[in-house]
């Protein structure tokens, strides 16, 4: 066993009756930031639940922290997780919510409420928490579970698809907050389908495809493959015709269309880093908001298919 290993497994595999979740795994992920790509319903969130103690595997062995992990209560309180399912807890605010959590941890009274401002605070929710969590857009939602699993001050960061649900400026926000997280000594391992989320926060990566790890190590070889295809991505904006306007000149950017739905944009680029890298300040810019941001042509499925073939 590797002694400077945050995970490590050998032939891991979980399976849901005929469905093999997770098939045969051998890897090892090192201290850091670790990012887990690959496409919806790739196997990401079985493994995940796996390296959390949630899912028992039918075969092979894993390791978190050098320690096992199925059944070892002691290993949760150095371990969060923030999950990529819509919250239960509709009727809870959000410091109801995350308070919750810390007194599971076991912090108690106020230093339970202390510890739960400090990381609604770090996570940009303090004027929302005393809201419903029921009335809380996605991308609230999704930071108000990044707090959950921060409260209890965690050495290991489990993240399955973090950055759903944000808009442009708020992803920035988490990908900071993440990267600076990593910098204090947290490490995590990051689940998305969205390459340029997780080029934004390491360069370390591992493919996962009908449960089997294709490839690990950097990203950089795979964003020259996804940069061999054109890539649309949807926005909706409140001026869309303004957006359309300050994109089209820039070279990378093939075509841009108006949807069907009001304040719909269609933009086509060649280069989607760079697209995606200038979008906020652009947005900041020239004061344009965009409530949702998303690609139907999802070119990691064609590096996967690369791959594969």
């Known amino acids: 066993m590797n002694d400077n290993a945050i995970v490590q497994t050998e032939n891991l595999t979980k399976w849901y009756g005929e469905v093999m ?125 990044l707090a959950q699993a921060l409260v209890h001050e965690p050495e290991l960061l489990f993240l399955d698809e973090p950055l759903t649900g944000l808009d442009p400026i708020g992803r920035r926000h988490v990908i900071s907050l993440l990267t600076e997280l990593a910098k204090q000594g947290i490490s995590m391992v990051v689940s998305s389908h969205i390459l340029y989320e997780i080029e934004a926060m390491t360069e370390t990566i591992l493919l996962i495809h009908q449960g089997r790890i294709l490839a690990e190590g950097t990203i950089s070889d795979i964003r020259e493959l996804i940069d061999e295809h054109p890539h649309k991505v949807y926005l909706s904006a409140d001026n869309p015709r303004r957006l359309a306007q300050i994109c089209m000149p820039f070279e990378d950017i093939l075509s841009v269309t108006f949807g069907d739905e009001a304040g719909d944009v269609i933009i086509e680029t060649a280069k989607p880093d760079a697209f995606y890298a ?7 810019e020239n004061e344009l908001n965009v409530s949702q941001l998303y690609s139907p042509d999802d070119n990691l499925s064609a590096v996967f298919k690369y791959l594969v073939g």
Request: charged letters at 15%; one cysteine or more.
């Open 21 to 145: 979740g997770v098939n045969d795994v051998t890897l090892t992920i090192h201290p850091g930031i670790t990012g887990l790509l690959g496409p919806n319903g790739a196997g990401k969130t079985s493994l995940l639940k796996l390296m959390t103690g949630q899912l028992k595997p039918n075969m092979g062995v894993i390791s978190v922290l050098n320690q096992p992990v199925w059944n070892n209560y002691m290993l949760t309180r150095r371990v969060g997780y923030c999950p990529d399912i819509e919250l239960a807890y509709q009727f809870m605010t959000g410091f109801e919510f995350v308070t919750f959590f810390a007194t599971l941890s076991g912090y108690q009274g106020s230093e339970a409420e202390d510890q739960s401002l400090k990381v609604i605070e770090t996570v940009d929710m303090i004027s929302a928490k005393d809201k419903p969590i029921g009335s809380y857009s996605k991308g609230m939602r999704q930071r108000i579970k």
């Open 278 to 284: 200038r979008l906020p300040l652009i947005l900041i």
